[in-house]
């Protein structure tokens, strides 16, 4: 089968060399084109625009930044829906709005192509292993003959029900995500502060009923002083904002994730944009240093 | 060993038994006498008093709901340090402060008598199974020999530092705990508000980046509508009370873990207080219900 995919940033790039390896034709297309490179060198056609991936790709696959660039990807004037050609199933993977998702359905639909809102979770370790796990919303049958592709670099496929539905289930994990964060970050912040040995912490609590995959995998990251590897604030801001505001549409009161959304707010004001996720550490530290000079 | 064992509740109860089963001789007392029943049955001697508890016993331990309760256990008029006898090594495992375990450490070493603070982490399911965390604080000497005596309830016993360290390491895993708490909760209302399947969400949830054991183990009960199996509301708004109290002394900043514990306060008013703490879903549901009228 001949597959579009748009997007070969850290997740994006790992994902297609699995579809790649399986032997499927590849149409790429990426932002900087040097970071699809690998997958050109191993025989994939680079395409100028998301239109000419559109063009000769069965289905499209794509995973950028933010919801703007899926727009642009797929709505945009050389954007993939603008062209007509191969294309019949058209497959979002970026962690988008659900709104947008419906959007581009219904541009889609007009267009005879089916549409998928495909987020996944599990990171670059997951996908360099090609063990992400992928939540679906969309067209059922459509999502059926894109499986396939999607096992190609995900353990678990989870169909959640029509257009948006992916967005929602993905928005459920990062709330779920942001509660673990803040009780693992507060939680070594105590540690530290009361001189106890962080790693005996972490080897206890994330043990018992306090464990989570952020305190056996991130707080780790923290007493070596890696606030690099992982999954960037930024992204994460605009996950937790994004839940907030189908919360909010919804009329679902979300006091925990409106405080951490504000608190990552402020880690990325700080200047920890690009930095992994654990850098709340240095963000909530900064909050209490002061008390250490009196 | 002559074993004292103040608190036969449904923790204190069940690894009770799991020393009377090794072939110690027990001295037991619980303000509800009802409650030691079993243990008595079992030949275990009743004492009227925790002072006649300490007449008799080698090693005392206690697990009980407060920490006044704790004070009185220990420093009251008729507790375990007003009289003289056998006992030389003290040993409190409820979720206490660690001011209260360095006021009682104090005490003891004027009489003669070794402290250890050590809470347990684990549920009614480790204590029955035996395979708590014990996280201890005080007396290295003391923590030596009364380690075979806690290895016959727990799976991993681990020596945190002088008194009021065990209390230390159990408030980062109560903190832990109340930041999972928050993200489970949430990312279930999100679920249900959205129409997602509440099973399949925790499934990819949970195995993923935002698992965690309150996911894993207590968001299962949500779906069931069971509120009443688990660790109790009263108890937990206790256990984040003495870490924001602790926090604040040493001038350290817990913001994610002051909103979740004011949340939780709002549970314990609602009726809860003798709930499980996956009644927060409830509280939080009542948020939001008064959007679905309109």
Redesign the interface.
Known sequence: MNIGWIGTGVMGAAMAAHVQKAGHELFVYNRTKEKAEALVKGGAHWCESPAEVGKNADVVFSIVGFPTDVEGVYLGTSGVLSARGQCKIIVDMTTST?TLAKKIARAAEEKGVKSLDAPV???DIGARKGTL?V?VGGDKEAYEKALPIMELFSS?V?Y??GPG?GQ??K?????????????????????Y?????PE??I???G?????????N?LAPRIVKGDYKSG?FVEHFVKDMGI?LQ??NA????????S??HQ?YVAVKAQGHGRSATQSLFIA?KS??E???T?
Request: glycine share 14%; proline share 3%; with cysteine.
């Open positions: 659900p979770t599990g990171g796990a939540m678990k989870t959640f029900g539905a929602h289930a928005a459920c994990n990062q709330i779920s995500v942001a509660g673990t964060m803040i009780g693992m970050v507060e939680a070594m912040l105590y540690a502060k009361q001189g106890l040995d005996a912490v080897d206890v609590v043990s018992g009923a306090g464990g989570s995959w952020s305190m995998n999954f839940a189908e919360a919804v009329g679902l009161s979300l006091p925990g994730l405080l951490i608190l909530l909050l209490s002061k008390e250490d009196k």
